[in-house]
């Protein structure tokens, strides 16, 4: 968006959310993407904003979504009666109010563009034991001021934000009475999303030799405050039953801040159209995590029946309460660095090749600034033929070949590489209620007797990097390969057919080891009573 990586920096799934208005044109790449993009495997999606100009141009628009106008399906109920999905209190409402205006503040030299595009989201909902109201507030903006120096110079400046804010009300409920109690706790604020700024730079530095640069940053924050203190509690002796009224079960914060800068070099020659460039991405990951509850009632507690050689030391089918704590601390980053280099040269009156390479190369850290992924040499070819079949432009033949490596995302630094602390407890049952489910105390925890054993770790600081990554880890990549035909069919229209196949060459998965090592164990009859079930590494499966 304006040359800024604005992909979402947690997952690298989609986009951050942007003011459609705002945009002026798309252009949608699903194959023979150029060297100049990275970063992704099919496609890519490239957006450029509206700028003002020497005309004054205002508007608005208005738009309501009513919930009287909305279908939803029936409720869902687990084998027991018990429901498991719940729609009898659902309802949703969406306003949303669009204002614009553009022109010149200097004429010929300095413009604007500028957008405001509130929104406002409410709606309800139920689940077992507790109804929630939920109202959110979006103030999204957008703004954009170009400064053209004189004819071969010019700088422009662009924001947005899509900040989002929200109160969620949370009351007692009974599903089967369908009947709505007293609030739980107070209104819990909560907030998520960010702002973009970017700084742009175009240059003619001779007829023949121009440069582009960008630079900025995207953030996306989440916060969400907790109504109530009372932790989370649950049944699932017999289906899966929610005992607390609880507001939320855990508690997270979190920042992402990515920052980039790119410079991107035209040089025009007789035959050829030289481009190369330098691209550069640090994230920020600052991210909390951990369980509602106030002192010994902090955690997830369920309610369970003991398997065979269970870990809690709990006889063999006899119930039992379990308490995990578990709590994740991050502040590391992930960094790429990529150069590229494109030829586009037209070998004859007919045929145009282009032929280009990038070159990358990422990280990822943990919290002390060790890396468990740190991979270079990542070269990827790009390569194109369009052969003009009539001479006039009107019907044309391709086909592309490329390489496209992909980054390990930042959600990684998350799940791998946090410092994380987790531990077990395991209590007798106490004092039962008439369904023979564990009364709860007043601080939101179930009544419970005895520990049943010393408390058990998972987890203490920071991992490894050698045990969060294969140490021979190589990147993820996929082979493109494209043939097609275009056909002009109107002055303002063309048809066409294209082909498209790709190879997934190599693969970076967070897999399961447990049940290989297990196995393993097995053979060489050590006994696993570690009770982790889980160990995730990432690795080339396959």
Known sequence: FNGLNVTSIRTGLGSIRLPWEAISQTQ????????????????????????????????????????????????IYQENGTISTNTQQSSYDFKELQLWASGAIIEDTLFFYGLFAPRREESTGAGQTTYSDFERDEDRWFTKVDWFINEDHSVGFSAMNNKRTWTDKTFAYNWQENVIGEQQGVNAPGEDGGKVYSLNYNGYLT????????????????????ASPKPGVWDERDGFVTLSQHTNSSVTEQEFTR??????????????????????TNVKVDYFEGQNGIGDAE????????????????????????????????????????????????????????????????ENTVSDGRAFVDIDNQI???????????????AKIFATYGRYFQPVSANMNITQGSASIEWFE????????????????????????????????????????????????????SDEFTIGYQQEVFDTMSAGVRAIYRDLGRSVEDTDVGPVLAKKLAEMGITDNVGQGSYYVLNNPG
């Open 259 to 280: 920052d980039q800068a790119r410079i991107d070099f035209n040089w025009d020659l007789d035959m050829h159209s030289i481009q190369f460039g330098i691209d550069y």
């Open 207 to 226: 007829d023949t030799f121009s440069v582009s640069a960008v630079v900025g940053r995207v953030t996306e924050n989440v916060e969400n405050v907790v």
């Open 380 to 394: 990827a070819p790009r390569l194109q033929a369009i052969y003009d079949v009539s001479g006039d432009g009107s």
């Open 28 to 75: 949608v790449k699903t194959g023979g993407v150029s060297p100049e993009f990275g970063g992704a495997l099919g496609g890519i999606v490239n957006a450029v904003s509206k700028s003002g100009d020497n005309d004054f141009n205002f508007g608005a628009e208005v738009r309501w979504d009513p919930d009287s106008l909305r279908s939803q399906h029936d409720s």
């Open 426 to 477: 395991y209590f007798e049952l106490d004092e039962l209620d008439a369904n023979g489910a564990p009364t709860l105390m007043a601080d939101g925890s179930p009544s419970r007797g005895d520990m049943l054993r010393d408390r058990r770790w998972r987890q203490r600081g920071i991992t490894e990097p050698g045990l969060i990554a294969s140490s021979s880890l190589k990147p993820m990549y």
């Open 299 to 362: 955690g997830w507690w369920t309610v369970k029946t003991a398997g065979e050689n269970d870990v809690s030391g709990a006889s063999l089918g006899s119930d039992f309460i379990e308490r995990r704590v578990r709590s994740r601390e991050v502040d590391s980053d992930t960094t790429s660095l990529a150069f590229y280099i494109n030829d586009s040269w037209q070998a004859t009156d007919s045929l145009v090749l282009n032929m280009g390479l990038r070159y990358s190369q990422f």
